[in-house]
């Protein structure tokens, strides 16, 4: 069973501060995906990032960063000079790569809000 | 704007009804996914389709049911609603040609409130 984990419920911060948003996920397969997404106040879900197990160099994408390590089985967010514009819930998620599993599973989600 | 386009935005109905929601997924994408977003459950997977096949199913109630037409479009249909049965009902799409592993986009959402 595939399980990820967001204990983070919410997070505020002063804008211009950074935030890390943390996310732990469990799964037997050897080969899967995780995803970030941002659920903003209007409500939909915007694809952030998709990183494969075998690739755990981390990314960067302007004020985004992500770290994955494989040992530790999380897949952390952070974003760096924190806008008000990041405010929004968001979520972790697990996907396995083998047919008919091909679901998204997410975790709770964090809801961050940057201040003014 | 994700492409995939979902209808209608919201729902309003009453208890013991029936509804049918639908979805167009992104240009060139034969996989279809359905969501549920609820308080109390999160984000839950429903059910997938595949170039108009049932490919996966997760936690749908026998209540609901989903298809994929041939032009790919798909309809989830509610029915018998219950007061639990109000959430936000995502619709996603990739593109198929793997098991797995691709970047589903989302619909909007369509927030169904049942009274």
């Known amino acids: 069973a595939q399980k990820v984990t967001q204990a983070q419920t919410e997070i505020s911060v002063v804008e211009k501060e950074d935030v890390t948003l943390d996310c732990v996920y469990e799964?037997?397969?050897?080969?899967?995906?995780l995803f970030w997404y941002k659920q903003p106040p209007s409500g939909e879900l915007v694809f952030l990032i998709r990183?494969?197990?075998?690739?755990?160099q981390n990314e960067i994408s302007g004020r985004y960063s992500w770290n994955f390590q494989k040992s530790t089985s999380s897949f952390n967010f952070t974003i760096t000079a924190s806008q008000v514009v990041d405010s929004a819930v968001y979520f972790c998620a697990l996907s396995a790569v083998n047919f008919g599993n091909e679901k998204l599973t997410f975790g709770t989600g964090t809801r961050l809000t940057i201040i003014p | 704007d994700s492409g995939v386009t979902q209808t209608p935005k919201h729902l309003i109905t009453a208890t013991g009804q029936r509804v049918t929601l639908r979805c167009s997924p992104r240009s060139g994408d034969l996989s279809v996914y359905w969501y549920q977003q609820s308080l109390d459950q999160g984000l839950q997977f429903l059910i997938q389709?595949?170039?108009?096949?049932?490919?996966a199913k997760g936690n749908i109630l026998e209540r609901f049911s989903a298809q994929q037409f041939p032009d790919l479009h798909s309809e989830l249909n509610l029915s018998s609603l219950e007061l639990g049965d109000s959430a936000l009902y995502f619709c996603?799409?990739?593109?198929?040609?793997?098991?797995?592993?691709?970047?589903?986009?989302f619909g909007p959402g369509t927030r169904l409130l049942v009274l």
């Open positions: 799964t037997r397969d050897t080969t899967y995906y």
């Open positions: 389709y595949y170039n108009g096949e049932e490919r």
């Open positions: 996603a799409s990739s593109v198929g040609l793997v098991a797995g592993g691709e970047t589903q986009y």
């Open positions: 990183r494969n197990s075998f690739d755990e």
